[in-house]
C-alpha cells in the first residue's frame, strides 16, 4: 500500500472520464480546455492528483507514435509533474492500451489494475472501476481480448492513420466497449460497484472505494466506516473528488466560456 502524507493546507484531487476526442476533436476542445483550466485551478493547492482512467476516447501507443492531439492536457501535466506535484494514472477502458508514454514523458506512473492507497491515516481503493463486481459479462469477455498480447501485436502493425481512425470509430460506436450504455443510477443494491465494494470490505477496510467508469457523480455510504464515491464525468457533470486529509468530498468546477 503506497502512502502519501498531505502537508497541511494541501489538498488530493481526483478526477475520471473526460473522453477527451469524442465524438470529435472539435467537439471535445471546449471540455479540454476546462480540465486544463481545472487542473491550473488545482495545482495551487495539490498534494497529488488522481486521474482514474478515459482521459481520452481512445489512446493507443505504438512504438514511435501516439495519438495526434491532446497538447493543452499533455503540456498541463508535463507542467504540473515538473514542478514536483506528483500524478497517478488509472487506465480505463477506453485508453488502456498505454505501454510507458506518460511514464516516460510525463513522469506519471500508470495503474492497469485497481491499487491501495493511505492518504494520512485515511485507507483508499482506488480504480477505473471497469470490469470489477458482478455485471459487465460481456464487457469482461471483450477486455480480455483487447487485452490480450496477440490483439495488441494485430492492431500494432495498422498504419496509425487507419489504426487511429479505427479505435475511434469502435469507441464512439460501440457500447460493448464504452460501457457507458446503462449510465444511469441503479439504486445503491443494484450498484455493480457498490456490491464489488462491499465483498472487498468482507477481505480487509478501507475509508474509502474512489471509481470513474460510471459517469455517475455518486456517494454512497457502504456502512459507517466506509464510503463509495464515483466521481462523474467532464462531459455532463464535471464533477471531482477533493480530499482535505481527513474526508473526501465531491465538488463541481463550474465550465467557463472557450
Known amino acids: 500500500m503506497e502512502k502519501i502524507t498531505i502537508p497541511k493546507g494541501k489538498k488530493v ?11 470529435t476533436m472539435e467537439a471535445s476542445l471546449p471540455r479540454e480546455k476546462t ?3 481545472w487542473l491550473d485551478h488545482v495545482k495551487k493547492d495539490a498534494a497529488a492528483i488522481f486521474l482514474l482512467g478515459d482521459l481520452f476516447d481512445f489512446w493507443f501507443e505504438y512504438k514511435t507514435v501516439v495519438p495526434k492531439g491532446f497538447t493543452r492536457t499533455l503540456g498541463k501535466l508535463a507542467e504540473i509533474t515538473d514542478a514536483g506535484i506528483p500524478i497517478y494514472f488509472f487506465v480505463g477502458n477506453h485508453d488502456l492500451w498505454m505501454h510507458g508514454y506518460f511514464e516516460e514523458e510525463l513522469n506519471i506512473p500508470v495503474f492497469h489494475k485497481p491499487q491501495q492507497f493511505k492518504l494520512n491515516d485515511t485507507t483508499f481503493f482506488i480504480g477505473h472501476g471497469d470490469g470489477l463486481g458482478p455485471k459487465d459479462k460481456g ?4 477486455k480480455k481480448v ?3 498480447p496477440v490483439s495488441k501485436w494485430v492492431f ?4 496509425p492513420d487507419l489504426g487511429v481512425k479505427l479505435g475511434k470509430y469502435l469507441s464512439v460506436k460501440n457500447k460493448l466497449i464504452s460501457g457507458d450504455d446503462d449510465a444511469k443510477f441503479l439504486g445503491a443494491e443494484k450498484e455493480w460497484l457498490v456490491q464489488y465494494a462491499k465483498r472487498k470490505l468482507e477481505e480487509d477496510h478501507y475509508d474509502y472505494f474512489v471509481f470513474g467508469h460510471r459517469h455517475l457523480p455518486l456517494h454512497i455510504a457502504l456502512n459507517d466506516q466506509s464510503n463509495y464515491i464515483n466521481l462523474g464525468d467532464w462531459i455532463q457533470y464535471f464533477t471531482y473528488g477533493v480530499f482535505d486529509g481527513q474526508t473526501l468530498t465531491l465538488e463541481t468546477y463550474t465550465p467557463k466560456e472557450n
Open 35 to 37: 480540465f486544463v483550466a
Open 13 to 23: 484531487y481526483f478526477s475520471s472520464d473526460n473522453h477527451l476526442g469524442a465524438p
Open 156 to 159: 500494432n502493425w495498422l498504419h
Open 146 to 148: 483487447f487485452k490480450h
Open 139 to 142: 464487457f469482461k469477455r471483450m
